[in-house]
């Protein structure tokens, strides 16, 4: 086993097109798009935060400036609540650019996951880092990345996020063979992206978090296009196998899927539902509408 350390450093892939969500992402990005009072790319900084990540790369394309902007200080802002006495507010959004040190890479096309990854190398400096995706937003005591690193402490290696999913919806993921180690902890023997039910060698699929070593790298600048045309990361992850173990862990927490819009829905009446006053106008509504 490996010389454990944990990880400080945490890739979100962002450079995606935002298609389900148009024309709303025209001119927005899908990371943008608003869970309550902060956007969904948010969610995601601050788990990888709470799970001891002090460094962000966020993996940017075309059309998404505003990540940038809303990550960086925002001084006139912050002044100008100031100014209105609105002090615990300018506190807020100034603790924003505080939460991490962030830096970006640039996808020219979203040509795949794998990819993505890739554009980060850099950024990575041959160390352990968390890879999470903006759409699905975790809520989970401890933080699901943080799930993950304490399976890495105790096995070593990469180390994925799992969720059993209904027989007929293992099509829409990445899903691993897997021998159970200990109750919910699993090491990987082969994983196949997007198989049909048939083909599916288990209903264990791959989520939105992840734990990676460096030695991906070189599997990622070798991969041919897979599934979809692009470059998968379930592929990279199938050829570091030959080279090392994988092991993976059923995550406990609630996921929400924002990348869909009845995802995204559920997540903005789950979340209001969670605080006293927006529950009130949710259960309002709801008897309101009843009525009509």
Known sequence: MEKYERIKKAV??????GTRFLPATKDIPKEMMPLIDRPLIHHGVDEAVASGCTEVVF??????ESIRRYFEPSELLVSTLRERGKEALAAKVESIHELAKFSYAFQEKPLGLGHAVLCAEEFCGGEYFGL????????????VLSQLEAVREKYGYSVLCLEEVDEKDVSRYG??????????IYRVKALVEKPSP??????LAIMGRYLLSPKIFPHLKNLKRGAGGEYQLTDAISSLLREEPVYAVIYRGRRHDCGVKEGWIKATVARALEDPELRKIILDTVAEYEKI
């Open 59 to 64: 993996v940017t394309g075309e059309g998404k």
């Open 198 to 203: 048939e083909e599916a060698p288990s209903r």
């Open 175 to 184: 899903i691993v063979e897997a021998e159970e180690v200990e109750p919910g």
């Open 12 to 17: 979100f892939p962002v450079a995606g097109l």
């Open 132 to 143: 999470l995706l903006p759409d699905d937003v975790m809520v989970a005591e401890p933080p």
